[in-house]
């Protein structure tokens, strides 16, 4: 157990949906990262909140968000929903600010498109 | 841009036999280098990690050299086991590069027989 919690564990919905992921971070640690597992584009890191800040960004698309509140869970929004949005979302928490600092996984959201 | 490429899977093997799973990589920077294994229905756990050229990480018996000279930082097992089954990512974060993210290969499925 890494100590990331994720929820929902799976979600089901429809194309031109909105849909809302939810993640813990470990105790401690200050900084959540999102990233996306597909088949076909592999595992993909979206964004990095640090403290309530964005820290860092990669291939997020502008039809998702994501914020980190004050008691530093986080939150990534998907909005209008594609079937190519199917994936694993993976979370993840580390203590430094720096992406190359040891990040701790959670266990994954699994979102159908239908 | 950063890009990692390793071995493509899937690898089957008979436990006490010796694994390798060649990665590769393309940095502007310099960046640090990560094996990260992902068990059935889990997320991803750092496996081991290493941070400047000749640098050896090494975990449960899984070693990885970062060899600056041929941008390489192989996985190796000397005798594997059937629980080391799992899919292993090879990854890097460039420090220097400006892109402060984490860039993951597709992953190699390795199957462990008895």
């Known amino acids: 157990d890494s100590g990331v919690t994720q929820t929902p564990k799976h979600l089901i919905t429809a194309t031109g949906q909105r849909v809302t992921l939810r993640c813990s971070p470990r105790?401690?640690?200050?900084?959540v990262y999102w990233y996306q597992q597909s088949l076909d584009q592999g595992l993909q890191f979206l964004i990095q909140?640090?403290?309530?800040?964005?820290?860092a960004k990669g291939n997020i698309l502008e039809r998702f968000s994501a914020q980190q509140f004050p008691d530093l869970h986080s939150e990534l929004n998907l909005s209008s929903l594609e079937l190519g949005d199917s994936a694993l979302y993976f979370c993840?928490?580390?203590?430094?600010?720096?992406?190359?600092?040891?990040?701790?996984f959670g266990p994954g959201t699994r979102l159908t498109v239908t | 841009g950063n890009s990692v490429t390793q071995m493509e899977g899937p690898v089957t093997l008979s436990e006490e036999a010796f694994l390798t799973i060649n990665c590769t990589y393309t940095?502007?920077?310099?960046?640090?280098l990560f094996w990260y294994v992902q068990y059935p229905g889990e997320g991803l756990q750092l496996l081991l990690k290493?941070?400047?050229?000749?640098d050896k990480g090494s975990n449960k018996g899984f070693e990885a050299t970062y060899r600056k000279e041929t941008t390489s930082f192989h996985l190796e097992k000397g005798s594997v086991q059937v629980s080391d089954s799992a899919v292993y990512f090879c990854?890097?974060?460039?420090?220097?590069?400006?892109?402060?993210?984490?860039?993951f290969g597709a992953g190699t499925r390795l199957t462990v027989k008895p």
């Open positions: 993840a928490s580390s203590a430094s600010d720096r992406v190359w600092s040891e990040q701790y």
């Open positions: 990854a890097l974060s460039d420090r220097e590069g400006g892109n402060n993210d984490m860039r």
């Open positions: 940095a502007t920077g310099y960046p640090s």
């Open positions: 909140y640090y403290n309530g800040e964005e820290r």
């Open positions: 105790s401690g640690d200050l900084s």
């Open positions: 290493a941070t400047k050229a000749d």
